[in-house]
């Protein structure tokens, strides 16, 4: 920070950056007292590792926070602007460091934009403890990051930060710009910033800016957000409503009422990962083997929504959406599961049959595991007449397909096993 510099003149998040674990918010099933990265910041025995996790829920103000409080030299590294030269002479000193007993903890932001060779020239270096690397990623570092290094660092996933995780750091945000804002608003902000403390500080900052003598209103926030009906909550009432009402409408084949449920939802703020899910539900749970291909179509709408986000993704949702509302349904598979469930709850202590078991040894195979197994491709049809369900439950039928769409197909063949494994 120079001269001409003041700190109210940085971001509210930059400001609010805590410098203690006991003022860092979310992530307790890592940082809580106790809890494996508490222990290992609290020792100041930092080994390699990877903080993955989405935007905005303090990867890099753990870095801080251990820069902190280590007891070795921490240097900060870019993955956006350094390059092979750079790292070189990172290493050059860290290897100069070693050799007088200090050690060396580079944090590298932003890891996974590191091209394969980029990251082979800290492996070395890791390897014979000259660094301990600190990488942030919010890529699967599986796919982003050399299997060799990768190997030789603990990986910890943080989550989305939680309503309330942000609610008390807004609550925080407008003691320090001297806002008010009543509970409904802060509510709002939390909810809108789906897990990023970042963006939330963000949003408050802006709206503070636009207060009306210090009162932060509905109006300014929608404003802020240019969404209308912002003080959707997520975890209220009005949230389970309206994704009732899709999932009916949908069930009820009403695609111009299932459009109109997923657009309120959408423009009011609600996280497509989340219809996305309900819609993946709805496509074994009220279409099934009516329309196999409902699943397939589900779960690339989900992975549509996870790579563009909204706005984008709306028009991948809908798509979804008016093909489960307008096939053929049926809700055969959750019915037979839920039948097969029942059974398999007043019946956990039955043994497998002899003939269903894997004879993996001598002593299995004189216990006659195995015995009497008989293989389907070696007869007829690819079918036999073998029970495969314990002897109690024999003759149960749990799934009972319908004539709609495709599953008419599936009622056929299923009669035609069923004869046949009769006259076996």
């Known amino acids: 920070m120079s001269l001409f510099t003041s700190q109210e003149s940085?971001?509210?998040?930059?400001?609010?950056?805590?410098?203690?674990?006991?003022?860092?918010?979310?992530?307790?099933?890592?940082?809580?007292?106790?809890?494996?990265?508490?222990?290992?910041?609290?020792?100041?025995?930092?080994?390699?590792?990877?903080?993955?996790?989405?935007?905005?829920?303090?990867k890099t103000t753990l870095a801080g926070i251990i820069a902190r409080k280590t007891q070795a030299e921490f240097i900060t590294f870019s993955a956006v602007t350094g390059g092979i030269k750079e790292i070189r002479e990172v290493?050059?000193?860290?290897?100069?460091?070693?050799?007088?007993g200090t050690r060396t903890i580079l944090f590298v932001d932003e890891i996974h934009r590191f091209n394969k060779a980029q990251q082979d020239a800290f492996l070395p270096f890791v390897e014979r403890g000259s660094i301990i690397l600190i990488g942030a990623t919010t890529e699967n570092p599986s796919f982003e990051i050399n299997g060799a290094l990768l190997s030789r660092c603990k990986v910890f996933v943080l989550k989305p930060l939680t309503a309330d995780d942000l609610t008390g750091l807004l609550r925080r945000g407008t003691g320090v710009l001297g806002v008010n804002a009543d509970d409904e608003i802060i509510r709002a902000i939390a909810e809108f910033s789906n897990g990023d403390a970042r963006s939330a500080l963000s949003l408050?900052?802006?709206?503070?800016?636009?207060?009306e003598g210090g009162k932060i209103t509905p109006d300014i926030l929608e404003q802020c957000t240019s969404r209308k009906?912002?003080?959707?909550?997520?975890?209220?009432e009005e949230h389970y409503n309206l994704i009732s009402a899709l999932h009916k409408s949908m069930r009820n084949s009403d695609p111009d009422a299932a459009l109109y449920w997923l657009a309120r939802m959408l423009e009011a703020g609600e996280d497509p990962l989340y219809i996305a899910r309900r819609v993946v539900r709805f496509a074994s749970e009220d279409v099934g083997l009516a329309e196999p291909g409902a699943l397939s179509m589900a779960v690339a709408a989900y992975q549509a929504c996870?790579?563009?986000?909204?706005p984008e993704c709306s028009v991948n949702?809908?798509?979804?959406?008016i093909h489960m509302s307008v096939v053929p349904k049926s809700n055969s598979a959750e019915a037979a599961y839920n039948s097969a469930r029942?059974?398999?709850?007043?019946?956990?202590?039955?043994?497998?049959?002899?003939?269903?078991?894997n004879a993996e040894t001598k002593l299995m195979r004189e216990l006659d595991y195995g015995k009497g197994y008989k293989h389907a491709h070696d007869y007829a049809g690819h079918i036999t007449g073998m029970e495969c369900l314990p002897e109690n439950l024999r003759g149960r039928e749990y799934y009972r397909p319908t004539e709609q769409g495709s599953e008419a197909h599936y009622r056929k063949r299923l009669e035609w096993i069923r004869r046949r494994k009769a006259g076996q």
């Open 10 to 58: 940085q971001p509210l998040a930059a400001r609010m950056r805590p410098q203690t674990l006991d003022d860092f918010a979310g992530q307790s099933h890592l940082v809580a007292p106790g809890r494996i990265l508490r222990r290992i910041i609290d020792s100041d025995k930092i080994p390699s590792m990877i903080f993955w996790g989405p935007p905005g829920v303090g």
């Open 91 to 100: 290493m050059k000193q860290a290897d100069i460091n070693r050799n007088f």
């Open 204 to 211: 408050l900052e802006m709206a503070a800016i636009n207060s």
């Open 229 to 236: 009906s912002l003080l959707y909550d997520k975890d209220g």
């Open 306 to 310: 996870h790579f563009v986000g909204m």
């Open 317 to 321: 949702l809908a798509q979804a959406v």
């Open 342 to 357: 029942d059974d398999a709850l007043h019946t956990m202590a039955e043994p497998v049959p002899l003939h269903l078991r």
